[in-house]
């Protein structure tokens, strides 16, 4: 029985030890550790994501450019790369709003989501974004 115990014991302590294993996550230290201007270069990113649906590229150069919000390119760097948006998401409202607002066909939809004066969403991007248009 003594025998039984033990294996019962030493069980639950690797079930607690392997719980414990997969709540920690190895990316909030890095968060909390980074420096003020990463983290305020990471809201500001968020921000652009999610209120004005742009891409990666975009994000980057809006967040270091001089005109815009002149971050050094290790702090936008740190917040494109921390930053959790869906950009299939943010092409397909860009590609909503220039079929709306501006009565654009697919195919130049597909090229302004594209161009690297305009939105800079990659092409995979850009075509799921005129895929799913009228869903």
Known sequence: MNGDKTKTDTSATSATSSSQTQEQKPEEP??????AEYTSALNKAKTYS????????GIYEQLTSEAGEKFKPE???YAVDNLKADY???ALAKAKDYQKTMSMSPDAIRDQLTSDADEKFTPEEAQYAVDNLNK
């Open 30 to 35: 890095k968060k909390e550790s980074a420096p």
């Open 50 to 57: 999610d209120m004005m649906h742009m891409s990666k590229q």
């Open 75 to 77: 702090a936008a760097q």
């Open 88 to 90: 299939n998401a943010n």
